[in-house]
């Protein structure tokens, strides 16, 4: 972003806060109280935990859309409200185990284990078990723990994140902050690469930012994957973590140390090991193929309405989960119940200034179905049936909200990634707070939301997220557990302040002529290249 450009934005800010000074009303104010109403909807017993392909899925993409349809916004995929997510949901037999030499561990206590793979039945019959480190191949950092080993077939052991958290050295990957080497997702995705039969990622809680509880709520129940026209037979078969303890017992059995494994896999020159154990294992899956839907909605620019900017929150949880003692329902109020609000708050808030004064460019709402198991709906929107990703100037994404008191401050995932960063400040220091760094980078955030399908496809975002950040109780205790639950006692202040902050991003996007580049070379950087930004 040059000076001039630069000089463009402070006007367009100062002229949006001069404009909002002279017609505000009632109708220009954030309603804590429709932000309240919101939320105990979408997060109440009867939306059931808006699981994807559930009977609350229904009842929570039909209040979207005539929430949207009342404020008189458009259905944004070619005037529909829903955009059609073909998937399949799977469910994995909970009595499996794992055996390994004379050790057996069950499902969910011990390990995890299920399959993106359209296939009801895999196994794995003696597979040979190789411990290769960290599970990455990254040329731009001369690191290659599958150098002169041969996996395929075979069931390998990683280790969660990338050496650089483990050492907080700086100067080793990005040091403290997480890489997305170091995420689960491209663990799999890489091992699937080497033709690996199946991967178990050693599970820590500080270097993998959640408790073993999180692991096992998030694997355990149904998931659900897109459908190639292989029945994603490229996928990896077996996606696994096992407990830190388990690791340690399997690594006794061969004669070595969890301790020592590590230590050596930080290294460049790191060689997989092989463990001269196999792995037993027999997944079986239920599966069934049906229909989910994002939720598109569209406020049309006047005179470059192809140009737009996105605005998004998941709209699902995890549903409920039937137990022996009887069904579980995880509402997910905070996540991301908040955001959903917030989405319709901002809408409610945009189209508002629209009617007086019309954007020159189109204002996409995006709620996505089926984050919670691999930001599934942005995956598909992103390969830009419903809009060209060329077309798209920037996400704005929103990933759980504050709902206390409001803060001095707002939280920017990732640094020097991209010039969006700069709106951000300006409209932060409008509301006189400052721009505050994640404050847990080793937790990859930047890599685990909606924004991120996007970025993959070369479109520069924002993630807007608090969880846990004004309540320290918050992840260990209610993230992804049915404790997530509304109250009436939330003061909602934070998400005033940040629905007001991205309003008015949103509003100086939409009514200039600036393309956010991204700053760093980068995958990213290139993809948006190709589609000539």
Same mark, same amino acid.
């Given at each position: 972003?040059?000076?001039?450009?630069?000089?463009?934005?402070?006007?367009?800010?100062?002229?949006?806060?001069?404009?909002?000074?002279?017609?505000?009303?009632?109708?220009?104010?954030? &309603?804590?109280?429709?932000?309240?109403?919101?939320?105990?909807?979408?997060?109440?017993?009867?939306?059931?935990?808006?699981?994807?392909?559930?009977?609350?899925?229904?009842?929570?993409?039909?209040?979207?859309?005539?929430?949207?349809?009342? $404020?008189?916004?458009?259905?944004?995929?070619?005037?529909?409200?829903?955009?059609?997510?073909?998937?399949?949901?799977?469910? #994995?037999?909970?009595?499996?185990?794992?055996?390994?030499?004379?050790?057996?561990?069950n499902a969910?206590?011990?390990?995890?284990?299920?399959?993106?793979?359209?296939?009801t039945?895999?196994?794995?019959?003696?597979?040979?078990?190789?411990?290769?480190?960290?599970?990455?191949?990254?040329?731009?950092?001369?690191?290659?723990?599958?150098?002169?080993?041969?996996?395929?077939?075979?069931?390998?052991?990683?280790?969660?994140?990338?050496?650089?958290?483990?050492?907080?050295?700086?100067?080793?990957?990005?040091?403290?902050?997480?890489?997305?080497?170091?995420?689960?997702?491209y663990?799999?995705?890489?091992?699937?690469?080497?033709?690996?039969?199946?991967?178990?990622?050693?599970?820590?809680?500080?270097?993998?930012?959640?408790?073993?509880?999180?692991?096992?709520? #998030?694997?355990?129940?149904?998931?659900?994957?897109?459908?190639?026209?292989?029945?994603?037979?490229?996928?990896?078969?077996?996606?696994?973590?096992?407990?830190?303890?388990?690791?340690?017992?399997?690594?006794?059995?061969?004669?070595?140390?969890? +301790?020592?494994?590590?230590?050596?896999?930080?290294? +460049?020159n790191?060689?997989?090991?092989?463990?001269?154990?196999?792995?037993?294992?027999?997944?079986?899956?239920?599966?069934?193929?049906?229909?989910?839907?994002?939720?598109?909605?569209?406020?049309?620019?006047?005179?470059?309405?192809?140009?737009?900017?996105?605005?998004?929150?998941h709209?699902?949880?995890?549903?409920?989960?039937?137990?022996?003692?009887?069904?579980i329902?995880?509402?997910?109020?905070?996540?991301?119940?908040?955001?959903?609000?917030?989405?319709?708050?901002?809408?409610?808030?945009? $189209?508002?200034?629209?009617?007086?004064?019309?954007?020159?460019?189109?204002?996409?709402?995006?709620?996505?179905?089926?984050?919670?198991?691999?930001?599934?709906? #942005?995956?598909?929107?992103?390969?830009?049936t419903?809009?060209?990703?060329?077309?798209?100037?920037?996400?704005?994404?929103?990933?759980g909200?504050?709902?206390?008191?409001?803060?001095?401050?707002?939280?920017?995932?990732?640094? &020097?990634?991209?010039?969006?960063?700069?709106?951000?400040?300006?409209?932060? &220091? +409008?509301?006189?707070?400052?721009?505050?760094?994640?404050?847990?980078?080793? &937790?990859?955030?930047f890599f685990?939301?909606?924004?991120?399908?996007?970025?993959?496809?070369?479109?520069?975002?924002?993630?807007?997220?608090?969880?846990?950040?004004?309540?320290?109780?918050?992840i #260990?205790?209610?993230?992804?557990?049915?404790?997530?639950?509304?109250?009436?006692?939330?003061?909602?202040?934070?998400?005033e302040?940040?629905?007001?902050?991205?309003?008015?991003?949103?509003?100086?996007?939409?009514?200039?002529?600036?393309?956010?580049?991204?700053?760093?070379?980068?995958?990213?950087?290139?993809?948006?290249?190709?589609d000539g930004?």
């Amino acid at each position: 972003m040059n000076k001039k450009s630069i000089l463009i934005v402070i006007a367009t800010f100062l002229s949006s806060s001069c404009s909002q000074n002279v017609t505000l009303n009632h109708t220009h104010q954030v &309603n804590l109280a429709s932000i309240h109403q919101h939320i105990k909807q979408l997060a109440s017993d009867e939306f059931a935990g808006r699981g994807p392909l559930s009977e609350g899925e229904k009842l929570t993409t039909r209040y979207l859309a005539e929430q949207y349809h009342a $404020m008189g916004l458009t259905g944004g995929n070619k005037g529909h409200y829903l955009q059609a997510v073909p998937m399949a949901k799977l469910t #994995s037999d909970q009595s499996m185990q794992l055996t390994v030499g004379d050790l057996t561990f069950n499902a969910g206590t011990d390990f995890t284990a299920r399959t993106q793979q359209i296939n009801t039945d895999i196994q794995l019959d003696k597979s040979e078990l190789v411990f290769v480190g960290y599970g990455i191949n990254a040329p731009q950092y001369q690191w290659n723990d599958y150098q002169d080993v041969d996996v395929k077939g075979k069931t390998v052991i990683v280790l969660v994140n990338d050496p650089g958290f483990a050492t907080q050295d700086p100067q080793f990957f990005t040091g403290n902050a997480m890489t997305y080497y170091g995420r689960w997702t491209y663990k799999y995705e890489e091992a699937a690469r080497q033709g690996a039969k199946a991967v178990l990622i050693i599970h820590e809680t500080a270097a993998a930012a959640y408790p073993w509880g999180v692991v096992e709520n #998030s694997n355990s129940g149904s998931k659900y994957t897109l459908i190639d026209d292989k029945k994603n037979a490229t996928k990896l078969p077996i996606m696994g973590w096992i407990q830190q303890e388990v690791a340690q017992q399997i690594f006794t059995q061969a004669g070595l140390t969890l +301790a020592s494994m590590q230590q050596q896999a930080l290294t +460049a020159n790191f060689t997989a090991v092989p463990l001269k154990l196999t792995a037993n294992l027999h997944l079986k899956t239920d599966i069934e193929q049906a229909e989910s839907n994002n939720v598109l909605a569209l406020i049309k620019g006047s005179e470059k309405p192809e140009e737009t900017i996105v605005i998004s929150a998941h709209w699902d949880h995890f549903g409920t989960k039937q137990t022996p003692s009887g069904p579980i329902i995880y509402n997910g109020a905070i996540d991301n119940a908040t955001g959903v609000a917030g989405t319709l708050e901002i809408a409610r808030l945009l $189209m508002a200034k629209h009617k007086l004064h019309p954007f020159k460019r189109s204002i996409l709402f995006a709620n996505f179905t089926a984050e919670e198991t691999g930001l599934l709906g #942005s995956e598909l929107f992103a390969e830009g049936t419903a809009i060209p990703t060329k077309n798209i100037v920037a996400i704005l994404n929103i990933d759980g909200m504050n709902p206390l008191d409001g803060v001095d401050y707002i939280l920017q995932y990732g640094n &020097n990634l991209s010039e969006l960063e700069h709106y951000l400040t300006l409209a932060a &220091n +409008a509301q006189r707070r400052t721009v505050k760094l994640d404050p847990r980078p080793q &937790n990859g955030l930047f890599f685990r939301s909606d924004h991120f399908s996007m970025a993959k496809q070369g479109v520069p975002g924002l993630l807007f997220m608090s969880l846990g950040d004004t309540d320290p109780d918050y992840i #260990s205790h209610r993230y992804h557990k049915e404790t997530d639950d509304y109250t009436p006692l939330w003061s909602l202040a934070g998400m005033e302040q940040d629905i007001t902050l991205i309003t008015d991003i949103a509003t100086t996007l939409a009514n200039n002529n600036d393309w956010p580049q991204w700053k760093q070379d980068s995958d990213f950087k290139q993809r948006r290249a190709e589609d000539g930004r």
